[in-house]
């Protein structure tokens, strides 16, 4: 059996940067399903982009796909045969849908029934033609996050052409309007229509073409042309991630070049000058070797380097009618006074249902003082977190963060900088957006950690209140990136000993006496609490702790997470000892017991055995040296003061009957498994443990 190689591009308008990565990704799972739907086996997928282009190349194709042999299920024999000894109809459909005869059919023994059988057997078809008739699945798979129509098709943008060829044979497909061929096209200006001959060429004729194919190969050469530049000019210039990969996607033939804007310019603060040079230009920022930041730019042409002067003075010009907006929004927001920013948020809706930013404010207001008493926090630091989070969300009025969202926050803190406020407001300002997104950087602050919790908080009890929270993939007021950012505020050190759900009792009575919950507590509950938990048990997850460990830990509750991820590191190292296992084995076996229990306390004077005794006895001083582990948030001591009762509750069991007929002896023996089985489950659910067989 011969091997080639396979090359499928599909031509298109410039896609939007955002999209290219994601439809890469989706054409080489795509293309690899398909070739193992059909059997056709393969060596290797490669896959290329740009903005006009997504390509794969599959290497090593056979030329013939593998050969059937299958043993197919049918229906039972009470099904296949008549009551007359022959086939049924469901038979003969059976062997017409399996491409067999009735005579091939056999009725074989499975699991004490007798069903029927067909071994099929399909000789392989040629690959060329499988890929002609059906490859086109393959491209029907794609989900683009957003499409357009034209004509009557349907995709990010309108397809323009295809190529697909099988060694040197060109692969009619026809999708979207057009059937595939062996030309492509170059750079839309340096480029020009070329045809490839043999699929494993595809790189080095574009390439001809003014076009990188490979988008790691161009991100490459975006940083290498970087670092040549700062090497250059004694520059620093810090390469954001995000705003990199977005380029690499923007351009065919990267050329990097730098430019200059007027130094009168850096009177304004550094973050709105490199934002608006990142967010609206896709500029990278210039900084010396101190880490100061210069009035240059780096810029990424999508060209050769003919006329980059040229080139430098038109992005020059657009920058600087750029930063001059952004130096007069900063001017004049300068010239109003807090209070008239404070105003205008009465007029900006918050979310339909839960008021405006002005009443927003005041129920953070109300949530932050109440965690700040909480905290026991003394007057001045209340009177400043009170202060903070009246100004906490004035910025979004200003005409800075109008034009520039990213700014949210920054701003906020330099206006209450330059209207008098005390740093110690104006920094909390900033520092409760913190931390904004997963692996961010936390609060700085004890008040800013505070006025987050208040923020985020009173977002998700509000909108879970009103019946709103995310479905499937959907989530487009980003309630798990705010839910996730929560539990990062509660495991640190500022809120170490903070009860999560006391936070979330303090916030669902603001909301109530607002009216703003439509729920009854216990749908509340048991919409919101899930939907923390499954955040929590990803959070564990990143942590790398064995998944049975994560189910132990997020069953048995996590209101103070921090001391939560202490308990799922202890089991963790715990997992391997011997002693771990007859420890896990008396705990789990008590709860199953105690599933059985009633709410009737337990009586010290209905203990008839020994065993009994003595174990409740070792309860409560497990529970006082439980109770005296976890004030002093203390897992390992938490742990060992219930791993004390192994040896009573193995006793226990070995010299007692539970279920004994007498009722009061055996609801008192259940009720003592109950209570031991409450503290135990608070450490962990046991039975979530898993040990290899």
């Known amino acids: 059996m011969s091997k080639q190689d396979f090359l499928l591009e599909v031509g298109v308008e410039e896609m939007p940067a955002r999209y290219v990565s994601e439809l890469t990704s989706q054409l080489e799972q795509n293309t690899q399903k398909w070739f193992e739907k059909y059997r056709i086996s393969f060596e290797q997928v490669t896959v290329f982009s740009t903005p006009r282009r997504l390509a794969v190349l599959v290497s090593g194709v056979a030329d013939r796909q593998a050969d059937l042999h299958e043993e197919v299920k049918g ?36 699991k004490g029934e007798s069903y029927l059988f067909a071994d099929v057997h399909q000789p392989g078809g040629e690959t060329l033609g499988i890929m002609s008739s059906a490859f086109h699945e393959a491209l029907q ?14 995709f ?56 990188i194919a490979n988008a790691e190969e161009r991100k490459q050469a975006i940083i290498q042309q970087i670092h040549y530049l700062e090497e250059e000019n004694n520059w620093i210039i810090p390469i954001h991630e995000e705003l990199l990969e977005e380029v690499t996607n923007l351009v065919e033939y990267p050329t990097a070049l730098s430019g200059t804007f007027d130094e009168a310019f850096l009177q304004v603060p550094d973050p709105v000058l490199i934002i608006t040079m990142r967010e609206h230009q896709r500029y990278f920022p210039v900084q010396d070797l101190e880490g100061k930041l210069l009035p240059f730019f780096i810029t990424i042409r999508n060209g050769d380097h003919q006329h980059l002067a040229l080139v430098a003075k ?68 209340l009177q400043d977190l009170d202060r903070a989070a009246s100004l906490c969300k004035f910025d979004l009025a200003t005409q800075m963060v109008g034009e520039l969202p990213e700014l949210e926050g920054f701003m906020g803190k330099v206006y209450a900088q330059a209207a008098g406020e005390t740093p110690e407001v104006a920094i909390v300002i900033d520092d409760h957006h913190k931390p904004r997104f997963a692996g961010d ?57 903070v009860e999560m759900v006391e936070v979330i009792q303090i916030v669902e009575q603001t ?70 296992k007859l420890e896990v084995e008396g705990f789990t076996r008590v709860a199953n017991l105690a599933a059985k229990a009633d709410d009737t306390p337990v009586r010290p004077d209905l203990f008839v055995e020994t065993s009994e005794k003595q174990l409740a006895k070792s309860l409560e001083l497990a529970n006082e040296a439980y109770r005296s582990a976890f004030e002093s948030e203390n897992a390992l001591g938490m742990y060992d003061a219930i791993a004390g ?23 008192n023996r259940l009720a003592l498994l109950r209570e031991i089985t409450n503290t135990t489950r608070t450490f962990a659910a046991f039975e979530q443990i898993i040990f290899p067989s």
């Open 156 to 211: 990010v943008r309108p397809v323009r052409w295809l190529v697909a060829l099988f060694g040197t044979c060109i692969v009619p497909i026809s999708w979207a309007g057009v059937t595939a061929g062996n030309f492509t096209r170059g750079h839309r200006f340096l480029g020009e229509e070329v045809e490839i001959s043999e699929s494993a060429s595809y790189e080095d004729i574009l390439r001809g073409q003014y076009v």
């Open 314 to 381: 038109g992005n020059e010009k657009v920058l600087s009618a750029r930063l001059a907006d952004a130096r007069f929004f900063y001017e004049e927001d300068l010239k109003t006074d807090l209070s008239a920013f404070q105003a205008k948020l009465e007029q900006i809706v918050f979310f339909e249902g839960l008021g405006t930013m002005a009443d927003r404010v005041r129920r953070i207001q109300c949530i932050a003082q109440q965690i700040g008493r909480l905290l026991q926090l003394d007057e001045k630091m």
């Open 511 to 580: 909301l109530r006496l607002h009216d703003l919950v439509k729920q009854s507590p216990e749908q509340f509950s048991a919409e919101l609490y899930p939907f923390l938990i499954h955040r929590f048990r990803n959070i564990l997850q990143d942590a790398n702790l064995r998944y049975d460990v994560v189910e132990a830990i997020a069953e048995s509750g996590f209101s103070r997470p921090a001391l939560a991820v202490e308990r799922a590191h202890v089991l963790q190292a715990k997992l391997d000892r011997e002693e771990f």
């Open 645 to 667: 009762l192994t040896p009573e509750i193995h006793h226990f069991f070995d010299h007692v009957m539970v279920m004994v007929e007498e009722e009061q002896i055996r609801k």
């Open 441 to 497: 950087e936390m609060p700085d602050t004890l008040l800013g950690t505070i006025l987050s919790v208040a923020d985020k908080m009173d977002t998700l009890c509000a909108t879970f209140g009103i019946g709103i929270q995310p479905t499937g993939s959907q989530d487009p007021y980003g309630l798990r990136r705010r839910a996730t950012g929560l539990i990062q505020l509660f495991l640190s050190e500022h809120l170490r000993g």
């Open 75 to 110: 229906p039972p024999a009470r099904i296949a045969k008549t009551p007359e000894g022959e086939w049924s109809k469901a038979a003969e459909g059976f062997a017409r849908k399996n491409r067999v005869s009735v005579d091939q059919l056999e009725l074989r023994e499975l």
């Open 141 to 154: 798979a794609f989900q683009p996050p957003k499409t357009m129509r034209w004509d009557k098709y349907r």
